[in-house]
């Protein structure tokens, strides 16, 4: 199901973004805050994970090349603007691209009549949620 492998690619590099962060965080409050987020993500991760077959787990998983670019753009961003205010933006900012992926989906869930599995209502909640703790660092 799309919702799914839209889940994992979103997790996946929401994931990978605050592994890239966490080098370049000094304040330890915001530090554990966005391990916590990546240790939820990762719960999401899996759980959406355990619902497709094998070849769409290989379909929704980040390619190389993603992670890579993922990886220079964190790091370019974070090497000249470690601020916890920044990276907070630079979260957000990512968080609401999560959101506006997995509405899509739900949208066109909804034109077809497909029922939206409970996940999808409670990843743009915890993205929501994300984002408010992390305004507390702008």
Do not use: F, G, P, V
């Given at each position: 199901m799309k919702i799914f492998r839209e889940i994992v690619k979103n997790t996946d590099m929401g994931i990978q973004s605050i592994t890239n962060l966490l080098p370049y965080c000094e304040e330890q409050s915001f530090k554990d805050l966005i391990m916590s987020q990546q240790a939820e993500l990762r719960d999401f991760y899996s759980r959406?994970?355990?619902?497709?077959?094998?070849?769409e787990q290989d379909q929704a998983k980040s390619g190389v090349i993603e992670k890579t670019m993922l990886k220079a753009g964190v790091n370019m961003n974070a090497m000249f603007n470690n601020?916890?205010?920044?990276?907070?933006s630079m979260l957000i900012d990512g968080y609401t691209m999560g959101v506006e992926s997995v509405q899509k989906c739900v949208n066109e869930m909804k034109k077809d009549g497909t029922e939206m599995p409970s996940i999808a209502s409670e990843i743009i909640k915890f993205y929501d949620k994300c984002s408010k703790a992390l305004r507390e660092y702008l």
């Open positions: 959406a994970l355990c619902e497709l077959n094998c070849e601020t916890s205010s920044h990276m907070a």
